[in-house]
């Protein structure tokens, strides 16, 4: 059983900084790419930034260079800092990771989600 779990989110005011991480566990060969999305109430689910296994990373054009992701691998660990946050970040964010099981193939997993609300 593979769990990616989310931490980090919260209410923070226009201008401001939060820091995401989500953390892979349970039993597993490999992760290779990890990402985050974002889906705020009646609206798709957007990438925010992806990283692979080796650090290269993507970023969607919103991000404007206002967020950073990166990576621990030791810790099977990667993470989302996020500045100058406006209202329009506001929005479910979930993290995402191809990952390779024992004897099995790559598979695709979620993340349950946490809230960043941008509000003053």
């Known amino acids: 059983q593979v769990q990616l779990v989310e931490s980090g989110g919260g209410l923070v005011q226009p201008g401001g900084s939060l820091r995401l991480s989500c953390v892979v566990s349970g039993s597993f060969s490999v992760v290779y790419a990890m990402g985050w999305y974002r889906q705020a109430p009646g609206k798709q689910r957007d990438l925010v930034a992806t990283i692979t296994s080796g650090g290269i990373t993507n970023y969607g054009d919103f991000v404007k260079g206002r967020f950073t992701i990166s990576r621990d691998n030791a810790k099977n660990t990667v993470y989302l800092q996020m500045n100058s946050l406006n209202p329009e970040d506001t929005a479910v964010y979930y993290c995402?990771?191809?990952?390779?099981?024992?004897?099995?193939?790559?598979?695709?997993?979620w993340g349950q989600g946490t809230q960043v609300t941008v509000s003053s």
């Open positions: 995402n990771g191809r990952i390779l099981l024992y004897g099995s193939n790559l598979a695709n997993y």
